[in-house]
């Protein structure tokens, strides 16, 4: 896979998307503003301009997507990837409990966690499967959010995935018809 620079309209689709979630994913909209790169991991020879088609799928496997996010996050500091389900609400938790295994949720949805520790093509895979909505959006921080063998969910207090989000090394956007993302990565 190739890391395609998606440039400035690489950034405005991003933005873009995370202002109209809640939570954490709205967060970072402004995290991605930060300094850092904007990239597209997606097979050799995909065009810019086939790069900036983020809603046309048919460009990438999810196999070799997380093949990619596997390797990327293995090459980073420990710490705890989150996934925010944007559609899915604490509401929905009592009609559907989640299969995974460690879940926050607070008043502005769910989210699902994965240490740096338990990292492999096959977490990344099972947590994937939880999101129910469409659109979902990542973050890595280095910190480590284990929540305790015998513990599956918890309310998370206040806005704290939202001030979470501000510590974000990574940002995770799914495009591309689900087939890969928009990563953004802080500057070093």
């Known amino acids: 896979m190739d890391e395609i620079s998606l440039e400035q309209s690489g950034r405005q689709h991003a933005v873009g998307v995370l202002s109209e979630c809640t939570g954490a994913a709205h967060c970072l909209a402004d995290v991605v503003c930060r300094p850092g790169r904007l990239f597209a991991p997606l097979p050799s020879g995909v065009t810019l301009e086939r790069a900036m088609q983020f809603d046309v799928g048919g460009v990438s496997s999810r196999t070799a ?29 009592t009609a559907r409990q989640p299969n995974y295994g460690s879940h926050f949720f607070d008043e502005n949805g769910v989210y699902f966690t994965l240490g740096s520790g338990s990292l492999s093509v096959e977490s990344l895979g099972k947590l994937d499967r939880e999101i129910k909505s469409f659109q979902s959006v990542g973050f890595y921080v280095e910190t480590d959010l284990r929540s305790g063998d015998d513990a599956r969910s918890h309310r998370a207090k206040g806005h704290y995935f ?27």
């Open 65 to 93: 997507a997380f093949k990619w996010l596997f390797e990327y996050l293995n090459s980073r500091p420990q710490g705890t990837l989150v996934v925010q389900d944007v559609w899915f609400t604490a509401a929905d938790l």
């Open 162 to 188: 939202e001030q979470l989000a501000n510590d974000a090394i990574a940002v995770f956007i799914s495009a591309y018809d689900q087939e890969s993302w928009i990563v953004w990565e802080a500057a070093t």
